[in-house]
T-cell receptor, first 112, second 113 residues
Framework: EAQVTQNPRYLITVTGKKLTVTCSQN?????MSWYRQDPGLGLRQIYY???????DKGDVPEGYKVSRKEKRNFPLILESPSPNQTSLYFC???????????FGEGSRLTVL | GESVGLHLPTLSVQEGDNSIINCAYS??????FIWYKQESGKGPQFIID?????DKRQGQRVTVLLNKTVKHLSLQIAATQPGDSAVYFC????????????FGKGTLLTVNP
C-alpha cells in the first residue's frame, strides 16, 4: 500500500530536548516536504526536498533542520524545541513535477 | 487536542444537497491548484486538481471550477453525504517548476443527516 509514515504520532517533550520526527515513503517519490498546521494559520511549509541531498527552506524554517540522505526518508529535527513549536506536523511526498501530494497521518508535538 | 476546524469558515448542508466551497487564491502566476479533504485526526487527502489551462474538471461527485480573472477556485460536491463532513483546503502552486504549494486556511463542511 502506498503510504507516507511518520513517527512518533504523538509526543510530549520539554524545552531544549532534541527530538527527531521520522518520515518515510514507499512510492519512490522525488519530492518530500514538511508542514506544520496550527489553528487559524492553516498548513505552512517548513522545509522541502526535491531529491536526495537537495533541501530548501519553506515559509517557516526557523528552529528546524532536515536531511535527505536517502530517497525514502526525510526526518525533521528540532535541535532545541521551544513551546512555540507545539503543533501538528505533516510530512508529504510527491512524484516530480507536480504529482499528487500524499500526506502522512500527522505527528502531534507538545513542547512544555 | 484543539481541532484544526476552529476559527474556520463553516458550511452546513443537509444530506443529499449539493455543496459549494469557495477559495480565493493569491498569485496570478499560479499554474496548478488542488483541493484536499481533511477529516478529524487524519492527514489531508487529495480530492481533485486542475491546471491553469483549464476552467473546469470533474471527478466522481466533485467538480472544480477555476476563474483566473478573479483568482477564484470552487469545489462542488454533488449529493453531499455525512462522510463528506471534513475540512476542505485549496492549494495553489506558486513556485512554477519548484513546486511550492500554498494552502488556504480551509472551510469546515458539516453535513446534517
Amino acid at each position: 500500500e502506498a503510504q507516507v509514515t511518520q513517527n512518533p504520532r504523538y509526543l510530549i517533550t520539554v524545552t531544549g530536548k532534541k527530538l527527531t520526527v521520522t518520515c518515510s515513503q514507499n512510492m519512490n517519490h522525488e519530492y518530500m516536504s514538511w508542514y506544520r498546521q496550527d489553528p487559524g494559520l492553516g498548513l505552512r511549509q517548513i522545509y522541502y526536498s526535491m531529491n536526495v541531498e537537495v533541501t530548501d527552506k519553506g515559509d517557516v524554517p526557523e528552529g528546524y533542520k532536515v536531511s535527505r540522505k536517502e530517497k525514502r526518508n526525510f526526518p525533521l529535527i528540532l535541535e532545541s524545541p521551544s513551546p512555540n513549536q507545539t503543533s501538528l506536523y505533516f510530512c508529504a511526498s510527491s512524484s516530480f513535477p507536480k504529482g499528487e501530494l500524499f500526506f502522512g497521518e500527522g505527528s502531534r508535538l507538545t513542547v512544555l | 487536542g484543539e481541532s484544526v476546524g476552529l476559527h474556520l469558515p463553516t458550511l452546513s448542508v443537509q444530506e443529499g444537497d449539493n455543496s459549494i466551497i469557495n477559495c480565493a487564491y493569491s498569485n496570478s502566476a499560479s499554474d496548478y491548484f488542488i483541493w484536499y479533504k481533511q477529516e478529524s485526526g487524519k492527514g489531508p487527502q487529495f480530492i481533485i486538481d486542475i491546471r491553469s489551462n483549464m476552467d473546469k474538471r470533474q471527478g466522481q461527485r466533485v467538480t472544480v471550477l477555476l476563474n483566473k480573472t478573479v483568482k477564484h477556485l470552487s469545489l462542488q460536491i454533488a449529493a453531499t453525504q455525512p462522510g463528506d463532513s471534513a475540512v476542505y483546503f485549496c492549494a495553489e502552486n506558486s513556485g512554477g517548476s519548484n513546486y511550492k504549494l500554498t494552502f488556504g486556511k480551509g472551510t469546515l463542511l458539516t453535513v446534517n443527516p
